[in-house]
């Protein structure tokens, strides 16, 4: 079999698929594990969702796998390390799906700013105007390109962090974001917004290093893996007041549990990841994987790729291009 697809698409990307390759399209193996592993057997590529782990035990199963597609933001799920070991691709677009993540940002920064209030210089609790602050964008994923855009008619200053990019890179400049470090980042922001992609160096860093020296009454939102934050030294910001409020697009399953720090933080707000996902950007990214899915499956085995291939293992950037071939 060419290819089993695991994860929803849409109807006419899955036809399109069906008409140049052998596809099974079975979403039922996302709760059956057992069976999701025999089924790998000949499968030269996979398009699974966030609940389907791939991990080396899954590999064991899928001798001849090249390729999994994923469709849905994140990639949690996927061992790039065992599928760099197995010279598994892993092809995502992180391109299509910076619209939706920077409207998503945009509308919690409003909404937290406004319903969130602080003290006036005459005493009085008032909410907040987004084109007076300053926002920090920690990580330049491709959704901050567009949010330093949305921005702007706001006429918010844009400052941001990345600790894979040096001050000096021209990104900064092409996308109009001033580079800072990270506690001077956090220290002149009255809102932060944090699309840092998760590596496990990263774990914990928005910690006791830095949270306390967010600027009074910060918001944040963040799109990011929750690890990335200390829970404790968040749960002390958010309960003193240091940071105003904070807005999650994840989150770490039990971090919410009774006896754990941010349990009953009334100042946290959580949704299930849905910042990525709209009509639109499930769209762009099925038709983008579809595509890269289908030039590797389309070439003669041996055969040299006329196309730039991705370090196995490595997730593969897809600009979101047309929205069909």
């Known amino acids: 079999m060419d290819l089993l697809i695991v994860e929803p698409l849409e109807d006419e990307v899955t036809q ?9 399209y079975a979403p039922e193996l996302a709760r059956d594990p ?15 969702p966030p609940s389907v782990t791939l991990d080396s035990k899954a590999l064991h199963y899928a001798p001849v796998l090249r390729v999994v597609g994923r469709v849905s933001a994140g990639a949690e799920n996927i061992d790039l390390e ?42 009085m609790l ?10 920090g964008l920690v990580g330049l994923a491709p959704a901050a390109r567009t949010m330093s ?30 580079p800072m470090g990270l506690r001077e980042l956090l220290e002149s922001s009255d809102a932060v917004c944090v699309q840092l992609t998760y590596f496990t160096r990263y774990h ?22 929750s690890a990335l934050f200390d829970e404790k030294a968040l749960a002390g910001a958010l309960s003193s007041g240091r940071i105003a409020a904070a807005w999650f697009d994840s ?16 100042t946290l707000q959580i949704t299930p990841r849905v910042a990525s996902t709209t009509r639109e950007s499930r769209v762009r990214s099925a038709w983008s994987v ?30 979101a291009g047309p929205v069909s071939p």
Request: hydrophobic share 45%; net charge neutral.
């Open 290 to 319: 579809a595509r890269r899915i289908d030039e590797v499956l389309s070439l003669t085995p041996g055969a040299q790729p006329d196309f730039k291939s991705s370090t196995p293992g490595v997730a593969f950037d897809l600009e």
């Open 204 to 225: 914990g860093l928005l910690g006791e290093r830095f949270l306390p020296f967010c600027k009074p009454d910060q918001v944040i939102v963040s799109i990011a893996h």
């Open 16 to 24: 399109w698929l069906s008409s140049r390759h052998s596809v099974r």
């Open 82 to 123: 065992a599928c760099a070991r197995a010279g598994v691709e892993v092809v995502r677009s992180l391109t299509a799906t910076a619209q939706a993540e920077a409207e998503f940002m945009i509308g919690a920064l409003l909404s937290l700013l406004r319903r969130v209030p602080v003290m006036g210089s005459d005493g």
């Open 126 to 135: 008032v909410g907040r105007e987004l084109g007076a602050c300053t926002v």
């Open 149 to 178: 855009q949305l921005l702007a008619p706001f006429g918010a200053k844009v400052v941001g962090y990345d600790p894979s990019l040096h001050a000096s890179d021209p990104v900064w400049e092409r996308w109009k974001v001033q």
């Open 251 to 266: 989150m770490e399953p039990g971090a919410l549990d009774a006896g754990r720090p941010l349990a009953g933080m009334e």
């Open 34 to 48: 057992r069976a999701f592993r025999q089924a790998l057997y000949n499968v030269r590529a996979l398009v699974v």
